[in-house]
């Protein structure tokens, strides 16, 4: 047990451009952390290096307490699956999930036995004669994890393994993927830039802009305590109310309330509000919005309003709530969380 | 209506098409099997060519410039290739515009001035023809390997060996030649016939091979000659038709969706 992978004060430029800023995570035995980001956050280039693809400008990675920055991938012992698809188009799929085996020279019935067990894992013991562009993508997804998990990695790594899928065959993929990673305790370093996917199967999630991670917590934490504006904003949707600070309070939409995070000076600030902290009051005599749409979403519906200042909120309701809003509808605002967020841009 | 007319078309042109190229070979394979000036068909011009002195030393010399020029294209190229897929992208434009210029320098030219930077070795020898076919045959080899690496995502795939524990060695021969051999193959096929009709370079540095023995001889029997010319052909798309078969790559696409 104890640390697992272990990177510190990585960073990677191409030419004058920053990819990689001083960038250190510790990632636990069997725990999956995510990396996630906009494109071009450096999230990829930090994946690539920790594969050993490609070589980091400075900073250190060890493995187990051993040092393999300087390792070459093909000695890494790590799986990897890749965003496009990656299979070796001249062999089958049994083929090529027990290629790291045969790199590393085990005899055939261990490759053949191991590779048809992981097959097995994956649910395409049927198709393993088969090659690679006789299946469909999903599928395709599956072999390369199969192939990944095959040579028993050290550290799986999931480059956007999911991107190229439809939502359907995505979503059963990630739950797949967690599945297995818990099943077989895989140290597992995930990069995405699809938020609902890192914050629905991972232990951690690091949120990564201008290559560097700007912060790293659970996805609860994370959703509900961000630690600087960008990620208030990556994460989820997020309201932004202009307003003043004061002692302490803001004033949000008539009512005051205490903040959350302290260390901004008085003067002038921004409120951030998920959209369900803000609950749509039809029958109060009091008006300080008005609905411009509703969008029914299933069990909860999105509601914009126009308020005072002319600025649009977003709202998100339980649709049983909701039911009786209709654009044009005069209701009363009301931020349901006792201490905001703000930030001070 | 449309779908008729449009297909009416196309078998018009291609049946004009396949008149235009199969109508000279039939007509050639006719004369050639004739016997002398008779009405009778025989084999008696293919008989004729292999009783020709150097026949086969001629051919002899054109099979082992051609095997020469096949291993240089193969480790030449296919190296060449990769590395432009692979990192070397910004030189591709200029090696693009390189592999053309055997179309555009004249043969003489190439001759005497490809000759001068062969390496020492060769000179003086009838192998220095195999390097020569190497340069000539590189607008057809250098594309017919691009296009094939250019199918494939060679990058991915190479990172996802290395990752799996290949070394370079094996990445080059487990995974790159193996995902590229139809085009490896059609690269050498071009090697194949330039080396096999290639008259020009021989007769300019006074090398005798199969094409300029062919030219010589065929200036005594025109029937003959003929019949040479009808058995290349053969030969080449027999060749054509072993390399298609040693291609069992399935390629047709059956997706089946989940």
């Known amino acids: ?345 | 209506m449309m779908n008729f007319r449009k297909n009416l078309d196309a078998n018009i042109a291609l049946a004009i098409a396949a008149i235009f190229l199969f109508l000279p070979l039939i007509a050639a394979t006719e004369f050639s099997l004739r016997d002398g000036g008779t009405e009778k068909h025989s084999l008696i011009s293919y008989r004729w060519i292999l009783d020709q002195s150097g026949f086969s030393e001629n051919l002899g010399i054109t099979m082992r410039v051609m095997a020469l020029a096949v291993i240089l294209t193969l480790v030449l190229m296919v190296p060449t290739v990769t590395w432009l897929h692979l990192g070397g992208e910004k030189y591709k434009r200029l090696i693009d515009v390189l592999t053309m210029l055997p179309l555009i320098i004249p043969v003489v030219a190439l001759a005497t001035g490809a000759q001068l930077a062969l390496p020492g070795f060769v000179h003086g020898t009838v192998y220095e023809l195999s390097f020569l076919y190497v340069v000539v045959s590189m607008p057809y080899t250098y594309r017919a390997l691009d296009i094939g690496m250019s199918a494939r995502p060679l990058a991915t795939l190479v990172a996802a060996a290395r990752n799996l524990g290949a070394s370079w060695i094996n990445v080059m021969l487990r995974v790159i030649v193996p995902s590229i051999l139809p085009s490896i193959f059609a690269a050498l096929f071009m090697t194949i016939t330039l080396s096999l009709g290639e008259f020009t370079l021989a007769q300019l540095l006074h090398w005798n091979t199969f094409p300029t023995w062919i030219t010589n001889i065929s200036q005594q029997n025109i029937l003959g000659a003929t019949a040479l010319a009808v058995g290349s052909l053969f030969f080449a798309w027999v060749l054509l038709y072993i390399f298609t078969f040693l291609d069992r790559q399935p390629t047709q696409s059956a997706v089946n969706e989940e």
């Open chain 1, 1 to 345: 047990m104890g640390n697992s992978l272990k990177i510190e004060g990585l960073s990677r430029n191409f030419g004058s451009v920053i990819a990689l800023d001083d960038f250190s995570l510790t990632i636990k035995k069997g725990e999956l952390v995510s990396l996630l980001g906009p494109s071009g956050c450096g999230k990829t280039t930090a994946l690539r290096i920790v594969a050993g693809l490609e070589r980091a400008s400075s900073g250190e990675i060890t493995l187990n307490d051993k040092k393999i920055t300087d390792v070459p991938a093909h000695k890494r012992n790590m799986g990897m699956v890749f965003q496009s698809y990656s299979l070796f188009p001249h062999l089958t799929i049994e083929e090529n999930v027990a290629f790291g085996l045969q790199m590393r020279r085990e005899p055939k019935e261990k490759r053949i036995g191991k590779a048809g067990e992981l097959l097995e894992l994956v649910g395409l013991t049927t198709q393993h004669k088969r090659f690679p562009h006789q299946l469909s993508g999903g599928q395709q997804q599956r072999v390369a994890l199969a192939r990944a998990l095959a040579i028993q990695p050290e550290v799986l790594l999931l480059d956007e393994p999911l991107s190229a899928l439809d939502a359907q065959v995505r979503q059963n993929l990630r739950e797949e993927i967690r599945r297995l990673q818990v099943e077989l305790n895989t140290t597992t370093l995930f990069v995405t830039h699809d938020q609902e996917e890192a914050m629905a199967i991972s232990d951690r999630v690091g949120v990564m802009s201008h290559g560097k991670l700007e912060q790293i917590d659970t996805p609860d934490e994370l959703y509900n305590r961000p630690a600087t504006l960008f990620v208030a904003s990556f994460i989820g949707a997020m309201n932004r109310i202009p307003t003043q600070l004061k002692d302490g309070e803001v004033e949000v939409l008539g009512e005051k309330h205490s903040v959350k995070n302290h260390n901004e000076k008085d003067g002038n600030v921004t409120a951030l509000i998920r959209p369900e902290s803000i609950e749509l009051l039809h029958d109060s005599t009091y008006h300080n919005a008005v609905v411009v749409t509703r969008s029914f979403l299933g069990a909860s519906s999105r509601i914009t309003v126009r308020i005072g200042d002319g600025s649009i909120l977003q709202s998100l309701m339980p649709s049983s709530d909701s039911m009786e809003l209709h654009p044009g509808d005069l209701v009363q605002a009301v931020i349901t969380d006792k201490k905001v967020l703000i930030t001070n841009a």
